[in-house]
C-alpha cells in the first residue's frame, strides 16, 4: 500500500508565477529606528549617524596646565631621605662628637637611629674586604650578640631603674665602632703581626671604649655607679672587633 503525504504547495513571491521576468529589488530598511533624543547636543544618543549633527561641544584635552601641577605636587614633596627617615645631619653631628673622646656630646644620641651604625658597619666589612677578609656576616652578627650583651648586663646592674633599650644599645655600639673602622683602614698599610699594628689595636680600642662607655652613663639612669663595670663589658666588645683586624 501506498502512503501519501502532504506536500505544502510552494508559494512565490510574484503571486506564485515562477515564470515571470526579472523582479524588482527591495532596499534593505533599518531594523530599528529608536525615537531620537530631545536633546541634540549628545549626538551619541542616537542610533541615526548619518543625520546627527557634529557637536562642538567637546574641547580637545589641555597637557600643559597638567603637567604643571604635576611638577608643583614633586616639588612639594619632602626629599626621599627625609621619608626614610635618614637625617644626613644628624649623622655627621654623632659622627663627629665620636671623634673626640674627650668631650663626648650625648644629648646628640639621645635620638637612637640605625643609619649610621649600618654604614659603620658596612664601612668596617669594605676595609675589611680589602684586606682579603671577607665578615660581613660576621660583623653584623657580632654587633647584634654584643647589643644584646650589653643591654642585659646594664639592666642587670641597674635592677629596675634602668631605662636603657636594646634599640639604643645598638646605636650606641654602632656609631661607637668609628675608631676600629679607622682601625681597619689604617691596618691596609701597616704590616701584619708586627708592633705597630699592636699599639695601634690598644690605642683605637680604648678610644672606642671611652665614648661607648661615656655615653651610656650620661643618657642612661644609674650608669654612673656602676662606670667600671660597663667600661669593662665595653672593652670586651671592641678588643673583639678588633682582633678581626689584627687575625
Known amino acids: 500500500m501506498s502512503k501519501e503525504f502532504n506536500v505544502p504547495p510552494v508559494v512565490f513571491p510574484s503571486g506564485g508565477n515562477p515564470n515571470t521576468g526579472p523582479q524588482q529589488r ?3 530598511t533599518a531594523p530599528f529606528q529608536p525615537a531620537r533624543s530631545a536633546n541634540a547636543s549628545i549626538p551619541f544618543m542616537s542610533f541615526d549617524i548619518g543625520s546627527s549633527p557634529a557637536s562642538t561641544s567637546f574641547s580637545s584635552p589641555q597637557f600643559g596646565s597638567t603637567i604643571g601641577s604635576g611638577s608643583a605636587n614633586f616639588d612639594d614633596e619632602p626629599p626621599l631621605l627625609e621619608e626614610l627617615g635618614i637625617n644626613t645631619k644628624q649623622i655627621w653631628n654623632k659622627t663627629a662628637s665620636i671623634l673626640n673622646p674627650f668631650r663626648v656630646k650625648a644629648d646628640l644620641h639621645e635620638d637612637a637611629d640605625l643609619s649610621g651604625p649600618i654604614l659603620f658597619i658596612m664601612a668596617f666589612g669594605l676595609f675589611q674586604l ?3 677578609k671577607l665578615h660581613f656576616g660576621i660583623i653584623f652578627g657580632w654587633t647584634t650578640v654584643a647589643s644584646l650583651f650589653l643591654y642585659v648586663v646594664f639592666n642587670m646592674l641597674a635592677g629596675r631603674n634602668g631605662n636603657l633599650d636594646l634599640y639604643r644599645c645598638l646605636s650606641l655600639i654602632g656609631y661607637c665602632m668609628l675608631p ?8 691596609l698599610f701597616v704590616p701584619q ?28 639612669s644609674c650608669g654612673d655607679e656602676h662606670r667600671g663595670l660597663i667600661a669593662y663589658a665595653c672593652f670586651l666588645i671592641y678588643m673583639l672587633f678588633s682582633l678581626l683586624v689584627v687575625f
Do not use: Q
Open 193 to 220: 703581626g708586627g708592633v705597630v699594628i699592636f699599639v695601634m689595636t690598644g690605642f683605637f680600642v680604648i678610644w672606642a671604649t671611652r665614648v661607648c662607655t661615656g655615653l651610656l652613663v650620661e643618657l642612661a
Open 26 to 28: 527591495r532596499l534593505p
Open 180 to 187: 676600629i673602622v679607622i682601625l681597619s683602614a689604617l691596618s
Open 130 to 132: 680589602l684586606a682579603g
